[in-house]
């Protein structure tokens, strides 16, 4: 493998000192993109687009082209572990993800079992690999999955919910079915992010997408205490390297100390949760990653480089342990400019804090 070129966002995770504030952004492989959406219509479908390693490697690399970013994520989606499970993913316009199958039982949650990384997920892998070919050093390039609670959610509801009725029923009515559930999708998850990280993945990242939606005590049982679980099952060295982990759980601002006490070694902060008070409480524990609000983009250029301004100063003076980015992911309708403005104001703007 080519020689790390720009290291400075694996630095600031391992809270080492920067020259300045590394950024990436959720889903920056993607819609906004008029490049994307070229090779979305050659693929056909979302899948296709997903499971074909030189299309993945592809739009992995487009944003790279375009701007100054710190960090690469691999092209892919947080359904591939239920999707080689044989629940059917699918994507339907304009609603999202589907399942053909859903776990309604203890029956259907007994036929679920971990599934072969390199058989029915290799392309992952082959992405990866493809990826980090491609790459040669340039960036890092993160490797990620959905969280155990996330992916329950989805293979229960048979695809997104703004209620979460079906899985909280199950949750409440049968917790040990949840449990069993979540127990086979922690085991996925491991060994799906272990694969990755032996592929060239050189960071992680854990997407809790759907923890926001569970009370204090139901979020430590069903979400935390299965990315805990994850955390302590994976790699952490590769290629003479540390690999970190980031856990970011969407509406989780209340948690940051849980989160914070997991052993990741960065936490994701939404646009919700103030970043000045958050590191007030975390101290020096984590790093913290985020947290613009997606929508600033949508504003002139200027105001989005204000904003910037306005997240650099309210993580203020440190030398590390900052990774700029959106309080989610970016929207598929921003002007690809605003995101250029993005990323230069962010390295313009915060050499001062690192001097």
Request: aromatic share 12%.
């Given at each position: 493998m080519s020689e790390l070129k720009n290291d400075r966002y694996l630095r600031a995770l391992l809270r080492q000192p920067v020259d300045k504030t590394p950024v990436w952004v959720m889903r920056q492989a993607g819609r906004y993109l008029p490049e994307y959406r070229e090779v979305r219509a050659k693929a056909g479908d979302f899948m296709t687009l997903c499971s074909t390693p030189e299309l993945a490697c592809e739009v992995t690399l487009q944003p790279l082209r375009r701007f100054d970013l710190d960090a690469a994520i691999i092209f892919s989606d947080i359904l591939t572990i239920p999707d080689a499970m044989g629940l059917g993913l699918h994507f339907v316009a304009g609603e999202g993800p589907k399942f053909t199958k859903v776990i309604r039982n203890a029956a259907d949650i007994a036929n679920l079992a971990v599934p072969d990384m390199e058989d029915s997920l290799g392309y992952v892998m082959d992405a990866i690999r493809l990826t980090r070919r491609e790459i040669d050093g340039k960036v890092p390039?993160?490797?990620?999955?959905?969280?155990?609670?996330?992916?329950?959610?989805?293979?229960?509801?048979?695809?997104?919910?703004?209620?979460?009725?079906?899985?909280?029923?199950?949750?409440?009515?049968?917790?040990?079915?949840?449990?069993?559930?979540?127990?086979?999708?922690?085991?996925?998850?491991?060994?799906?992010?272990?694969?990755?990280?032996?592929?060239?993945?050189?960071?992680?990242?854990?997407?809790?997408?759907?923890?926001?939606?569970?009370?204090?005590?139901?979020?430590?049982?069903?979400?935390?205490?299965?990315?805990?679980?994850?955390?302590a099952g994976l790699t952490r060295e590769n290629e003479g390297r540390t690999v970190p982990v980031t856990l970011f759980t969407k509406g989780g601002g209340q948690w940051l100390e849980l989160m914070a006490n997991t052993g990741v070694d960065a936490v994701g902060l939404d646009w919700t949760t103030d970043i000045a008070s958050a590191r007030q409480r975390v101290g020096d524990k984590v790093t913290l990653q985020g947290n613009m609000d997606p929508c600033v983009l949508y504003a002139s250029v200027d105001r989005v480089e204000q904003e910037v301004a306005s997240v650099l100063a309210g993580f203020g003076q440190a030398k590390t342990g900052h990774v700029f980015n959106l309080g989610h992911g970016i929207h598929p309708t921003i002007a690809p400019e605003n995101m250029q403005r993005l990323v230069d104001s962010v390295h313009q703007l915060s050499e001062p804090y690192h001097a």
């Open positions: 390039l993160i490797g990620f999955s959905g969280s155990p609670w996330t992916l329950a959610c989805y293979m229960v509801e048979g695809g997104s919910s703004k209620d979460f009725a079906k899985v909280k029923g199950m949750m409440f009515d049968v917790p040990e079915q949840m449990h069993a559930l979540l127990s086979v999708l922690a085991e996925s998850v491991i060994a799906y992010l272990n694969a990755q990280i032996a592929a060239g993945a050189q960071s992680i990242m854990l997407f809790d997408t759907w923890g926001g939606a569970l009370s204090t005590t139901n979020y430590q049982e069903f979400s935390l205490a299965y990315m805990q679980q994850i955390v």
